[in-house]
Nanobody, 125 residues
Framework: QVQLVESGGGLVQAGGSLRLSCAASGRTFSTLAMGWFRQAPGKEREFVTRINRGGSNTYYDDSVKGRFTISRDNTKNTVYLQMNSLKPEDTAVYYC??????????????????WGQGTQVTVSS
């Protein structure tokens, strides 16, 4: 069983930055592909970004490309999401997710077996 705990959410003005962290436990971290998803009120959970086990490959939704950066430190069992140039439409609960198996459908929440509890990000205009 894998436990994921997010931190770093909060309230920020448009144009500002936040860094989210997700600490994992319960399994060798380097065996997990990690992703970030978000869910705004009244909307479905949507893919934000993903990083492979070794950290060499990353994928981003077009809406965050160039503004958000995912990274991981396998020595600290932690994945990060650096969010810059934040916009009000980035407001959502952000979830960290872990996948044990490879899937080409990295954007699909169903390929991730483990989820954190979520952290709120609010961007004011």
């Amino acid at each position: 069983q894998v436990q994921l705990v997010e931190s770093g959410g909060g309230l920020v003005q448009a144009g500002g930055s936040l860094r989210l962290s997700c600490a994992a436990s319960g399994r060798t971290f380097s065996t997990l592909a990690m992703g970030w998803f978000r869910q705004a009120p009244g909307k479905e959970r949507e893919f934000v970004t993903r990083i492979n086990r070794g950290g060499s490959n990353t994928y981003y939704d077009d809406s965050v490309k160039g503004r958000f950066t995912i990274s991981r430190d396998n020595t600290k069992n932690t994945v990060y999401l650096q969010m810059n140039s934040l916009k009000p439409e980035d407001t959502a609960v952000y979830y960290c997710a872990a996948a044990t198996l490879y899937s080409a459908a990295y954007y699909n929440p169903r390929v991730y077996e483990y989820w954190g509890q979520g952290t709120q990000v609010t961007v004011s205009s």
